[in-house]
């Protein structure tokens, strides 16, 4: 069973890589591919190039036994969609159990992904706990949801996809925003993110000019 994890990761940090850790060793995972989007739809342009981006998850990844980088979609080009990535893995690796990873931040919009109904025929849905956002009760599911949670991690790996398993993490209260945005102004973002991707930003200037919004508002 393959986890997945797709993001912007502008910049990667301990928010992506340790629930996904988490998620790895509590479900037995084969292990972690993690997939940057190249061109990630429905938000601004990420901050930092593609080439950073990747570099950086590449940094991480190396001090995380079990993970791999996957960089299908610089490859593709275009709109960095999950459908064609879910059917590219799944034309490489046959019928193996594919778990898509996602905070409860994301599993909350899903509905608004390119071609969200497909998603549930491609991969499982393993969703983990974000700080503030707290797990969908049952009830409020919508119906193709609520048939598919399922409560059994092992039943996951009887079927190679279509299940939705809510998986606990210890909370990582950071973001990627957070730590653009400290970075900005010349804070410490110790803690937040493998140190190897911290000298990068700093050896490469990234974020350093970044004005947000917040800033630009006061
Ligand atoms: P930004 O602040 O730029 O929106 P982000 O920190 O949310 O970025 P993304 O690259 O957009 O990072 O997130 C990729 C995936 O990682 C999403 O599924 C998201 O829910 C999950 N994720 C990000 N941060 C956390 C966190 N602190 N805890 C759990 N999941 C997280």
Redesign the pocket.
Known sequence: MLGI??????PI?Y??LR?AQEVLRALALSEIRLIPAANPPH?PPPVAGAEHRLKMVELAAAEFPGFRVDDREFRRGGPSYTVPTLESLRAELGEVPLCL??????FAGIETWHEWRRLPELAHFVV????GWPFPETPVLPEWARRRVSRDAAGLARSPAGGIYFQP?TP???????IRRRIARGESVEGFLPSAVRDYIRAHGIYSTEVTDAQKKR
Do not use: E, Y
Request: without cysteine.
């Open positions: 994890l797709g993001g912007t990761f502008d940090h928010g992506h629930p938000r990873l996602m905070g409860t931040d994301a983990m706990t974000r700080p993490v990582q209260d950071v973001s990627a925003t957070g």
